[in-house]
């Protein structure tokens, strides 16, 4: 994932799997709305190069998260739509789990030393 | 810029998309609609379709990260495909290196021909000569190993691997070398026959460059075995027209040195072409359209019919005679699950969508057919050895159906669930890589642990 913005590339590729299922955990979607709710909830802080979510989509395909079907879009074009599985659900569980420990144990330490804001 | 020149662009674009071959068809077709999604937005908030082209372009990333991506996620896709090799690969490789040791192989099997031809005990015969009875057992030991050295010297294999893969050969030839078989035993054939394959294992773990847990590196093995095996077959297609050839046009004027002539040419030529096949393989696999999957597309639907035809025709009772399972068929049947089986795992090994698709349907009728088949052997083989009781071919065959009837229950089970689409390819590949193991293990246990049990009769 290639980073415009703000976040370090190395953290968005982290991000990046969690983002998809939970976005497509809201109900079935396709690539190019995926990549709008991502700008739209992170105010367009979190970017990646659009192209780059399709190889990861078809990873998550592979490992049994999703399920993919061919649509047509309202403009009549071909269009392929992804579906969380349970597996997926799973997945997604056990990664919230991760960032909300990574979270906390950041958060209590910088809470105290770091500003968050710079000085 | 008007429609037709966006168009052009769009066509151009996704031309160039799809050179690296990494993105198929369905996927150009999912990021050509991601790109039109974009350009239509971008306009629609004011930019002419001059600037949205480039800025939608530009969002989606450059073509050769992007190509890298899906390269990165579809490395089975790069198998067919123009890929340059590693530079360290790239000299490694050079026709002189293999060369080199496809002579070795063949001057081995030289040395021991003439060895095996002058020794005191010529009880045993190959290639029309009488040999000592080590010479034709040992025969893929002179071979293989050479293709497993070279793979490991192409793949700069690790110590640890290397020393283990050394261990598994050098106890295999000890174990066969110092077993007292009876010549031309049932024992002695089956080692000779199952060797070669357990030997292939080996080859196929240097292949793997030692890393032999990877389920890729596996179904890169896979892949392997069964382009190396059509190559082979091309090439010894070539000896023997150049044989026949020297037959018909030398015979005449020397017939004398013709003995000779097929003694020496014929062996080496045997030995020798293994080492080249693996190479041309590996050297050939970035330019030629990799065949096994072609084949196996063609002959997957052809076989259902036919082991369908069978499955039912030796189920009804009134066509089976009392002889209808005698022990030539039933080498047959073996033979037959062999190549079902090899089919179905080239079928997976070559899959290019993760969906399920008709040739998944066909392939899960070959599949229940072959399993149906395989109960009837192994109803047929457990009455053999009710009346006749068991011999090591016998247990032999037995093991073999049983390992074979697992492997197809799984593959269809898997094939169901994908076809059902409650499972993914992967499950079936994994199935299919995991089971490699239990092949080998079947082997080991007919080459070393039947030949005792049985008195080496």
């Known amino acids: 994932m290639l980073l415009r913005v703000n976040i370090d590339k190395d953290l968005v590729a982290a991000m990046a799997t969690p983002l998809v299922l939970a976005i497509l955990a809201e109900g079935t979607s396709y690539g190019y709305a995926i990549l709008k709710r991502v700008r739209d909830a992170s105010a367009g802080e979190v970017q990646w190069t659009d192209g780059m979510l399709y190889p990861l989509l078809h990873r998550l395909e592979r490992l049994g998260y999703l399920l993919t079907e061919w649509g047509v879009s309202d403009e009549g074009r071909r269009r392929r739509y992804y579906r969380i599985t349970p597996a997926g659900q799973a997945q997604l569980a056990d990664q919230r789990r991760q960032w909300e420990t990574a979270n906390r144990t950041l958060g209590g330490i910088w809470g105290r030393t770091v500003p968050a804001m710079g000085i | ?457």
């Open chain 2, 1 to 457: 810029m008007d429609t037709t020149n966006l168009e052009e662009s769009i066509a151009q674009w996704r031309t160039a998309v799809m050179r690296g071959r990494s993105v198929d068809q369905a996927d150009a077709d999912e990021l050509e609609s991601h790109l039109r999604e974009q350009i239509s937005d971008l306009e629609a908030s004011g930019l002419s379709t001059d600037e949205a082209f480039p800025i939608a372009v530009r969002r989606l990333g450059k073509v050769d990260e992007l190509t890298a991506e899906f390269a990165r996620e579809h490395g089975d896709r790069m198998w067919k495909q123009l890929v340059t090799p590693k530079p360290d690969e790239g000299t490694r490789l050079s026709v002189p290196t293999m060369l080199a040791f496809a002579v070795l192989a063949a001057v081995l099997v030289q040395v021991a021909r003439l060895a095996a031809t002058h020794s005191g005990d010529p009880s045993a015969e190959l290639f029309g000569d009488q040999v000592a009875p080590w010479f034709p057992r040992n025969l893929s030991f002179l071979v293989l190993p050479v293709l497993a050295g070279y793979f490991a010297l192409v793949r700069r294999i690790p110590r640890t691997p290397a020393i283990a893969l050394v261990a598994v050969g050098a106890v295999l030839a000890l174990v066969l070398n110092l077993y007292p078989f009876e010549i031309g035993s049932s024992t002695d054939q089956l080692v000779w026959l199952h060797l070669p394959v357990a030997l292939w294992f080996v080859v196929g773990a240097a292949y793997a460059g030692g890393d032999v847990r990877s389920p890729t590196k596996r179904m890169d093995v896979v892949r392997f075995t069964g382009e190396w095996a059509i190559y082979y077959a091309l090439i010894a297609l070539g000896g023997a027209v150049l044989m026949g050839l020297t037959l018909a046009i030398l015979g005449p004027i020397a017939p004398e040195v013709m003995d000779d002539v097929f003694a020496w040419v014929l062996p080496s030529g045997i030995a020798g072409a293994v080492v080249v096949a693996a190479w041309l393989v590996e050297a050939k696999k970035s330019v030629v359209e990799n065949l096994a999957p072609v084949l196996t597309a063609i002959f997957t639907p052809l076989f259902a019919v036919m082991l369908v035809v069978a499955a039912v025709g030796y189920s009804i009772p009134g066509i089976r005679e009392d002889r209808a399972f005698d022990r030539d068929l039933l080498v047959v049947f073996d033979v037959l699950l062999l190549v079902v089986l090899g089919l179905v795992v080239y079928g997976i090994s070559a899959r290019s969508s993760r969906t399920a698709g008709a040739m998944d349907v066909i392939r899960l009728i070959a599949v229940v057919a072959a399993i149906v088949l395989d109960i009837l052997v192994l109803v047929a083989m457990f009455a053999r050895v009710g009346d006749l009781g068991f011999t090591a071919n016998r247990v032999a065959a037995l093991g073999l159906n049983l390992v074979l009837l697992v492997n197809l229950l799984g593959t269809a089970w898997f094939t169901g669930l994908l076809l059902a689409r409650r499972g993914t390819s992967a499950q079936l590949e994994r199935w299919q890589t995991g089971y490699l193991p239990v092949f080998a293990a079947w082997l080991l246990v007919v080459i070393v642990v039947l030949p005792p049990v049985f008195a080496f009769a």
